[in-house]
């Protein structure tokens, strides 16, 4: 006699899949997260890693194709691009982290003003802020560097300066809901200083989302890094950037497609590894995004 085995309600089955490590449940964030901590690996470890200096020419070697020697092949000055690549992925992590943790906390004061103001200030800081959103982030990182100048701080700076406004935005509707809660109203009422009240009860509750956001907005900061590197207004040469490296191979695309081709590549996995580990972390946290929820 076959017993059948009985149904799990929908209750049930949902709780048994949230048992379910992230990793099994989500395979594509998997493969993304190793090729994400791939490449960190490689920007730690770049000098040990990396078969030549980034920077060191060799006019017998130019425009070599890729081989035993050279991997991924040299460029016109006889650098070896593998050894640019991974240096190039420490330059875009850093550039992408610094300038992203620059306009969120750029964007967390002013979300926190213009959410707890309100009035007038919260009309002039939103008046901003949409001012800021009108524009492409690489536009105002444009503008940012005619002022600042080149180079790898002035483009952090820049990229950060530009990517304020969404995280203001975010941390502005975090602040206008926990505001109306009871427990706050509870705390004026007990008189407790209003700096208090935003340490114990405000800040924790925007600032995790805030760093979800973080994760998010780092491809972001990446691909403006580069863009503005492959307009030659970014970063300067002789530095193994990415979106450098990429412009200087666009003229030799026709008989030495590997300039461009090896960096654009290593720049296009970044991108599409942070963005699916950006996704699967706001999915695992935020249950209005959750698949089936």
């Keep these: 006699m076959t017993v059948q085995a009985p ?5 049930a089955a949902r709780r048994r899949r949230g048992r379910r490590s992230i990793f099994l449940r989500r395979p594509f964030f998997t493969v993304a997260l190793v090729v994400a901590a791939g490449y960190l690996l490689a920007a ?30 040299t460029d016109s000055y006889g650098q070896d691009i593998l050894s640019r690549v991974i240096f190039g992925a420490r330059y875009a992590l850093v550039i992408g982290l610094c ?11 002013i979300g926190l ?3 707890l103001a309100g009035g007038w200030v919260e009309w002039a800081l939103m008046r901003l802020i949409d001012s800021i959103l009108a524009l492409p982030s690489l536009i105002l ?7 600042l100048g080149q180079g790898v701080d002035k483009v952090v700076i820049a990229v950060g300066l530009s990517m304020i406004g969404p995280f203001a935005r975010t941390v502005r509707a975090d602040v206008m809901q926990v505001r109306v809660q009871g427990f706050i109203e509870a705390a004026h009422l007990m008189s407790i200083p209003s700096l208090a009240v935003v340490w114990r009860h405000v800040l924790p509750n925007v600032i995790f989302p805030l760093a979800v956001q ?9 691909l403006v890094s580069s863009s ?10 002789p530095t193994p950037d990415w979106g450098l490296m990429i412009a200087e191979g666009r003229d030799f695309v026709s008989f030495a497609p590997w300039m461009s081709a090896m960096p654009g590549f290593a720049l296009a996995l970044l991108l599409i590894a942070l963005s ?18």
Excluded: C
């Excluded at 503005?228 to 040469?237: D, K």
């Design 214 to 222: 973080v994760t998010i907005r780092i491809s972001e900061a990446i």
């Design 99 to 109: 300038s992203v943790l620059i306009g969120a906390a750029g964007g967390l004061v």
């Design 44 to 73: 730690i470890f770049a000098p040990w890693v990396a078969p030549y200096d980034p920077v060191l020419q060799d006019t017998n070697a130019m425009m070599m194709p890729p081989s035993g020697a050279h991997l991924l092949g």
């Design 7 to 11: 149904l799990l309600s929908a209750p």
């Design 113 to 115: 003003a213009a959410g």
């Design 141 to 147: 990182a444009v503008a940012f560097i005619a002022i």
């Design 276 to 293: 699916i580990v950006g996704d699967g972390i706001r999915e695992e946290v935020d249950p209005k995004s959750r698949r089936g929820a």
């Design 228 to 237: 503005l590197s492959f307009l030659g207004i970014g970063v300067t040469p």
